[in-house]
């Protein structure tokens, strides 16, 4: 089972939607996220067909917090959205190379503090009814390590505690992965700051079952 989460940040729709074909063909993902689209629903109902999946849903987005869009092929898996909230989809996942239910979810983390802790107490909340193997991919909007920023104003230690917190209490691990460490940069002061934000980090239970 392959799963791609692919972030939309500062590209045109044209150029965004060639990336998304190229990384298609490239990897023939069984499901596809999609996130920070910042595209209206209208243009996500003309958008999303063109990339050959043949099944897909979405998350209005509000403001700038999304849409968050996921896309799939019914073959290997069996897909069936669970539940859609404004910076989440839950899917629940039929594996049928294993005969094994999974659930993924598509995360969109807010980045102002003061939407956070609420968004994270739901995640603590999720994952003691979430009784199968499970998967969470996206933008956290949260730094694991002072490795993970570049540039700009150094963060105190408080600032990594929340992302580890989360991962040691539902006994998890961050997926391994190749590429650029920096997932979104901006230009503040006239400095531009890296900072790698966006993960997929999978509990026990899901990496016993895809090791």
């Not at 190749?178 to 999978?202: C, P, S």
Request: include cysteine; charged fraction near 20%; aromatic fraction near 12%.
């Amino acid at each position: 089972m392959k799963i791609i989460s692919w972030i939309v940040q500062g590209i045109k729709k044209k150029q965004a939607l060639q990336e998304i074909l190229f990384l298609k063909r490239l990897h023939n993902p069984n499901i596809m996220f999609i996130l920070e689209t910042l595209a209206s629903s209208t243009n996500l109902s003309s958008i999303l067909p063109q990339i050959g999946f043949d099944h897909f849903d979405f998350v209005d987005p509000v403001n700038h917090s999304g849409p968050i869009a996921v896309l799939w092929n019914n073959g290997i898996i069996h897909a069936s959205i669970l539940r859609k909230e404004q910076r989440a989809i839950h899917v629940l996942l039929h594996d049928t190379s294993n005969n094994q239910n999974v659930m993924v979810n598509g995360l969109y983390a807010p980045a102002q503090s003061r939407d956070k802790d609420s968004f994270w107490n739901h995640l603590f909340q999720f994952n003691s009814v979430v009784d199968l193997p499970w998967c969470l991919i996206g933008d956290f909007n949260e730094l694991a390590s002072p490795g993970e920023k570049r540039g700009g104003l150094q963060y105190p230690l408080s600032k990594y505690e929340r992302l580890k917190n989360f991962t040691s209490y539902i006994r998890a691990s961050t997926v391994p992965y190749k590429g650029n460490l920096f997932t979104w940069k901006k230009k503040v002061h006239m400095q531009l700051i890296y900072e790698g934000l966006d993960r997929a980090i999978m509990r026990n239970d899901w990496m016993n079952l895809y090791p």
